[in-house]
Every structure is written in structure tokens, then in C-alpha cells.
């Protein structure tokens, strides 16, 4: 299952607008509250495929009854770029845990890579909802490399992937690799460059975020 958000019009066309905008992306702080406010609408998403359970909640004058999640996701995230797009389900997903994943492209003079995967800090996936939210989704090469290591480890029950841009070529990558993967993304473009950036996309994520690296 692949669910783009923007292909149905709402206000989350706007934040995506921002994040894209060569002059809003001045703004660090801006850049990084729409990748939340995007987060927490995918989350919203997202939460409509859970399995809910019927209780009962004491009120100052009976009883109601209401349908909640039987289990809370366990949130991922590739640091760094990924990090306020997490807090934007984990402002939803308030009772979850989190699994936090360093992982890097290592580049050629050719400009090929390979993705280097250094270090996970996950707590017990084993029959856990798994949501893994990164920011892009360009080659899919990260997400499938971290998503399988994930699943060398334990028994997930449910995979959910979720980006704010995904490049059309890391999408049938991702839905071929992870074939019982639910993805979620915000919009999606069709080309990449030479160094796999996603055209037009928005530029490094990461380094809009948080400053450029050295």
C-alpha cells in the first residue's frame, strides 16, 4: 500500500510548499517545524490502520466508551535529517518508544555508494508496529538496508515506512524490497540527479535542519 498525501489537496500542500521554498528554507526553525506539522499528519494517517479495542473511560458523570489503540508503534528514525519529522509522530504517538539508527552514504569518485549502517538503539521490536520515518526518500536504499537489518533482529509484526518527498525510482525500490511494507508520503517526484538528490525535491534535509556538515 503507497498513500500520497498531497494527492489530495489540504493544508499540508502548504508546509510541503515551505520546505521546498529556496527563500522559507532560510529559516531553520520553520524548515524544521514543518517537517513536525508533516509528521503529525502522517501520523494522523497512519493511526486510522491501527488495531483499536473498545474501553471504558470514567467521567465526572458515567461512564463512556471509546475505541482505543490496542498497542502503541514503536517510532524509527535515521539521524539526523529525520529527527523533526519523528517529533511530529511522536507528538501523536506520545506513549511510544523510538528506535534511533546512525546510517550513511558512502560515496566513490564515480559518485556510486553504499550505505553504511554504524549503529541502532532500538528496544524490543519482536511482534511490534514499526513506523520508520526519514524526511526523504530519494534512492531507498537507506530505508530498505535499515528496515532489513531491523528485521535480521526481530519478528516485526507490522512494517509502516513514511517521508515527506519520495523520488518515484525509490518508491518501486522501497515497494520491491519491503513488498510487506505500508508507505506514506508526503508528495513525489520523478527524477533524481547523478549524486541521487531528488529533483526538484528540496535540497539536503539534514543540512537545512541542523547546518551544514563538514
Known sequence: MIFQLDQTN?????FIAEMRNVHTQQNPHRFRHNQTRLGEILAYEISKKLDY??????????IAKVNLPSAQPVLATILRA?????????????????AFITAYRKTDSNH????????????????????????????????????????????IKELHIAAVIASANGLKYVHENLLEAHIWVGSVDQEMNSYSYIIPGLGDAGDLSFGEKV
Open 10 to 14: 489540504s493544508v499540508a500542500n502548504r
Open 53 to 62: 479495542e473498545e474501553t471504558e473511560v470514567k467521567t465526572p458523570l458515567g
Open 82 to 98: 529525520g529527527l523533526p519529522f519523528h517529533q511530529g509522530f511522536l507528538n501523536f504517538f506520545d506513549r511510544s518508544a523510538s
Open 112 to 155: 556510486d555508494f553504499t550505505i553504511q549502517v554504524e549503529h541502532i538503539s532500538s528496544p524490543n521490536l519482536d511482534g511490534q508496529t514499526v513506523i520508520m520515518c526519514d524526511t526523504m526518500l530519494a534512492s531507498g536504499q537507506s530505508i530498505v538496508q535499515v528496515c532489513k537489518r531491523l528485521q535480521e533482529k526481530y519478528k
